[in-house]
């Protein structure tokens, strides 16, 4: 597994992500995900809010990317690794209470098990495997 920095936590926080899965045909799928926060060092949750090709995409084979950018700053990450989602439990209450006031209650929490980052800065970095 690899583990988040500061600096890829920093960003999770303060740009907007975008998901992006595939079907079983190999067809993709990309969408932002305003809800995409840090879990822990090696996950990411999500509110699954409306239930549709991501969600489906996740439960057919569980491959996700999360892309997050600062376009000012010129760097970015690319976040790989297998997703989940969980209608009930502690996951989902987490991600039901960080909903409260803002959004409806999520369909369901998608966690994201971070297996591989790639920087997105351009330049000789662009798309290199961040080592650990």
Do not use: C
């Given at each position: 597994m690899a583990k988040l920095n500061q600096a890829m936590k920093d960003m999770i926080a303060g740009e907007l992500a975008y998901i992006a899965t595939?079907?079983?045909?190999?067809?993709?799928?990309?969408?932002?995900?305003?809800?995409?926060?840090?879990?822990?060092?090696?996950?990411?949750?999500?509110?699954?809010?409306?239930?549709?090709?991501?969600?489906?995409?996740?439960?057919?084979?569980?491959?996700?990317?999360?892309?997050?950018a600062n376009q000012k700053a010129f760097k970015g990450f690319r976040f790989g690794?297998?997703?989940?989602?969980?209608?009930?439990?502690?996951?989902?209450?987490?991600?039901?209470?960080?909903?409260k006031g803002k959004f409806p209650a999520p369909k369901a929490a998608g966690v994201i098990t971070i297996e591989q980052i790639w920087t997105l800065d351009p330049g000789p970095k662009a798309g290199k495997l961040v080592e650990e």
């Amino acid at each position: 597994m690899a583990k988040l920095n500061q600096a890829m936590k920093d960003m999770i926080a303060g740009e907007l992500a975008y998901i992006a899965t595939v079907d079983a045909d190999g067809n993709p799928d990309i969408g932002p995900k305003i809800s995409m926060r840090v879990l822990d060092d090696e996950h990411l949750i999500y509110n699954e809010m409306t239930g549709g090709k991501t969600q489906a995409n996740i439960n057919e084979n569980g491959k996700a990317i999360v892309a997050v950018a600062n376009q000012k700053a010129f760097k970015g990450f690319r976040f790989g690794g297998t997703a989940k989602l969980y209608t009930d439990g502690p996951y989902y209450e987490q991600a039901e209470e960080w909903a409260k006031g803002k959004f409806p209650a999520p369909k369901a929490a998608g966690v994201i098990t971070i297996e591989q980052i790639w920087t997105l800065d351009p330049g000789p970095k662009a798309g290199k495997l961040v080592e650990e």
